[in-house]
């Protein structure tokens, strides 16, 4: 974990007041890994790798591992990009039926999605659309010390029985 006293314990889940957090799903929380990481380039890789892990060991559908990746990838992404501090912390909490996806950073503003969808040569400003897209739901919040929330609820499903 980050040295910030500012990230937050992976211990619970997080309060789903209003657009800033997910509602709560029905079931109970099965499984959860976090990891934290300098917000360097290199370290949205170590993310994915991380999400894909989780994945495996929680014997997802490849689908649906890959859906969360993607989300995952963007979210980190995002927050390493555009935020203003030096860490980034993920925390995946499997509850069966979905895997409700956090990423804290330090950012002084809350993600929008672009009225106007970029141009297909464009290199940037797709990630929220493909999250909205993929994502039960999402939402941002900032938690205190400006320390940036963002999540996402992703529906998975099993690996098929042989």
Known sequence: MPDDPSFPAATALPDPAGRG??????GLVHDWTA???PATPQAAGRFRRHTRDAARRWTLHPDSGETLEVCVSELVTNAIVHGVGRDVLLVLYYTGDSVLTEVFGQALDRPVIPRQPRADWAESGRGLFIVETLAKDWGSEHTGHGLLRVWASIAVFGSPVD
């Not at 957090?21 to 029905?26: D, T």
């Open 21 to 26: 957090g997910p509602p709560r799903e029905a």
């Open 35 to 37: 990891l934290a990481l």
